[in-house]
């Protein structure tokens, strides 16, 4: 399965290296992330409150 994170704080990253752990996780996406994040999942440049970017990114992901 391909996962999205929104977010770059500590939450965001116990949730990413958590998921990174799963076997049924095949993709992993963090937008924005931050340097901690971006060793576990790719990290997408793009703000947070661009609804239309997240959508985008989606729904091409």
Same mark, same amino acid.
């Given at each position: 399965?391909?996962? *999205? /994170? +929104? !977010? !770059?704080? =500590?939450?965001?990253?116990?949730? /990413?290296?958590?998921?990174?752990?799963?076997?049924?996780?095949?993709? *992993?996406? $963090?937008?924005? !992330?931050? !340097?901690? +994040? %971006?060793?576990?999942?790719? $990290? +997408?440049?793009?703000?947070?409150?661009?609804?239309? =970017?997240?959508?985008?990114? %989606?729904?091409?992901?």
């Amino acid at each position: 399965m391909k996962v *999205l /994170v +929104i !977010g !770059g704080g =500590g939450r965001e990253h116990a949730l /990413v290296w958590k998921l990174a752990q799963s076997k049924k996780v095949d993709s *992993l996406f $963090c937008i924005p !992330g931050n !340097g901690g +994040i %971006s060793e576990l999942a790719d $990290c +997408i440049e793009m703000n947070t409150g661009d609804t239309e =970017g997240l959508i985008g990114f %989606s729904k091409q992901e």
